[in-house]
């Protein structure tokens, strides 16, 4: 039997859609054998809910053409997007047996992506960037504006585009890590990112949310393959879908009770932005409301909502200034057990499908493990249907036996 070859794809399924599809097709077209999907949990980088729990969608992903699930734990998957790559390639390259990072792209041009990924960690670039900042820029406006000065408009333009921003950050990932991984940049097809209007056959994430949120979908069917629709249909009628009118008050209840101590300890907090919160939050009757009275021009909007989901959540900027601690598998199918199996000499992190076991190791692992376990529980509190506590450690692996 000839080698496999292993492509990773770094994604959140939120809802699985016919561009997450075309993507799969793609890899494989380019000489993937078997596909590992990193996925976010059930909270996720826009500092948001996933629409449905991350098993079922696990599950989706499998009988859409992935063979193996990774979770990417939470410091990392409700994190922007220098330290949502990192973390993402990190287990990618300690899973071992990984040949290719495949990644959606506004360009698909991996050889405009590489000097892009070079001038964003050029010394002069870091310089200029620090200057911008104290001016009250964005990072993200701030950097491609340095770029710009130091490099070329060309190289700075790929990173207005938000898909092309995480290619580079994936290959400053990979380049940080000294990984064998070879990255592979898809051109995405259809729509773009966060678009309104869908195209070929293709809308974006933002729109089918929007769209399942308000009872309407049906309108999204003709976007979604038929069995990922079919399973996102059976979520909502089970009641496990977030609904996020529903994290109002808790989330605005956990604010309140907050010191300014306490709200410094958060991810991204930086220049007494814990006061302005704390002051805010006093006079705030919506999170709309509180997110208008910090805004700044140097705060993004989902930036304040990664900090305030943390603040929810308990997770603290200690926790994700590393690398993810362990490796956790969500669901499989028989080739993905061949994933594993060829990973087996090469791999560097433990591995399980059990968050106990995974708990059980101490450590970071042990405060990872039972961070997920609580994001979960509170995760269960703004879904029409109230879970008990502890599904994480109890809920089944996904498997499917039927290959794509």
Not at 259 to 285: C, Q, T, W, Y
Not at 333 to 346: C, E, P, V, Y
Request: aromatic letters at 4%; proline letters at 5%.
């Amino acid at each position: 039997m000839e080698k496999p070859v292993v492509a990773g794809i770094v994604a959140e399924y939120n809802p699985f859609h016919n561009g997450h599809r075309f993507q799969l097709e793609e890899t494989r077209r380019r000489g993937a054998t078997h596909v590992v999907a990193v996925m976010g949990g059930n909270f996720l980088q826009r500092g948001a809910p996933a629409l449905a729990e991350k098993h079922w969608r696990a599950r989706a992903a499998l009988r859409e053409g992935v063979d193996l699930v990774i979770e990417l734990p939470l410091p990392w998957a409700c994190a922007g997007a220098e330290r949502f790559a990192a973390g993402a390639v990190a287990l990618l390259d300690a899973l071992g047996g990984v040949d290719l990072l495949s990644f959606g792209s506004e360009t698909g041009d991996l050889e405009a992506l590489k000097p892009a990924a070079a001038a964003v960690e050029d010394p002069r670039v870091e310089g200029r960037l620090l200057r911008l900042l104290e001016r009250g820029c964005t990072y993200a406006a701030a950097r491609q504006q340095a770029v710009a000065e130091v490099w070329d408009e060309q190289t700075a333009a790929l990173l207005s585009n938000p898909n092309d921003i995480l290619g580079v950050e994936y290959i400053r990932a990979l380049s940080g890590l000294k990984s064998g991984i070879r990255p592979l940049a898809i051109r995405r097809s259809g729509t773009g990112h966060d678009s309104a209007t869908p195209g070929g056959g293709i809308a974006s994430a933002s729109w089918l949310r929007e769209r399942v949120e308000a009872g309407r979908v049906t309108e999204a069917a003709a976007y979604m393959p038929s069995q990922s629709l079919e399973m996102l249909r059976e979520a909502l009628e089970a009641g496990e879908c977030a609904h996020k009118e529903l994290l109002e008050r808790p989330l605005l209840a956990r604010l309140r009770a907050m010191s300014p101590e306490e709200l410094a300890m958060l991810p991204d907090i930086s220049e007494g932005l814990e006061h302005r919160i704390f002051a805010a939050v006093k006079n705030a009757a919506t999170v709309e409301e509180l997110l208008d009275r910090i805004k700044t021009k140097r705060y993004t909007r989902a930036r304040l909502r990664r900090i305030l989901m943390a603040a929810w959540l308990g997770l603290t900027a200690d926790l994700g200034r590393g690398a993810p601690p362990y490796l956790r598998i969500l669901g499989m199918n028989d080739r993905g057990a061949q994933i594993l199996a060829l990973a087996r000499k090469s791999r560097r992190l433990p591995l399980s499908h059990s968050l106990a076991e995974l708990e059980r190791k101490g450590g970071l692992c042990g405060r990872v493990a039972r961070l997920e376990a609580l994001s979960t529980d509170l995760y269960h509190t703004i879904t029409p249907q109230v879970l008990p506590c502890g599904l994480d450690y109890t809920l089944p692996l996904a498997r499917e036996t039927r290959l794509r």
